[in-house]
């Protein structure tokens, strides 16, 4: 069994667990599948918890998709997240790649 199958399994037991979420998004998009991760990370930050690095990810996967305009979306909600979530470093990482997007 793989490592999503297993993930997707611990998913099916108890989906109120959000964590999975944000793993079996990190799986797709590890294995090269953003587009498949989007509706889990969408999942993910729509939960309002602590979740700067589940905007990161979807930054990437729209970056990778070529969505301009969601990867600077993605970036702003994800240093407002950041920030509220009391991790200034991620913020600034996000700024940063917000400027140069």
């Given at each position: 069994m793989s490592r999503l199958d297993s993930l997707?399994?611990?998913h099916a037991q108890d989906p109120a667990d959000t964590d999975l979420l944000f793993m079996?998004?990190?799986e797709h998009a590890s294995e090269g599948r953003p587009a498949e991760a989007i509706p889990w990370l969408v999942r993910y930050v729509e939960q309002g918890r602590d979740v700067g690095a589940g905007w990161a990810?979807?930054?990437?996967?729209h970056e990778e998709l070529g969505d301009?305009?969601?990867l600077r979306a993605a970036l702003e909600r994800g240093i407002d997240a950041a920030l509220r979530g009391g991790h200034p470093t991620l913020a600034g990482t996000l700024r940063q790649?917000?400027?140069e997007a």
């Open positions: 997707m399994e611990l079996i998004a990190s990810l979807l930054a990437d996967c301009a305009a969601a790649r917000l400027e």
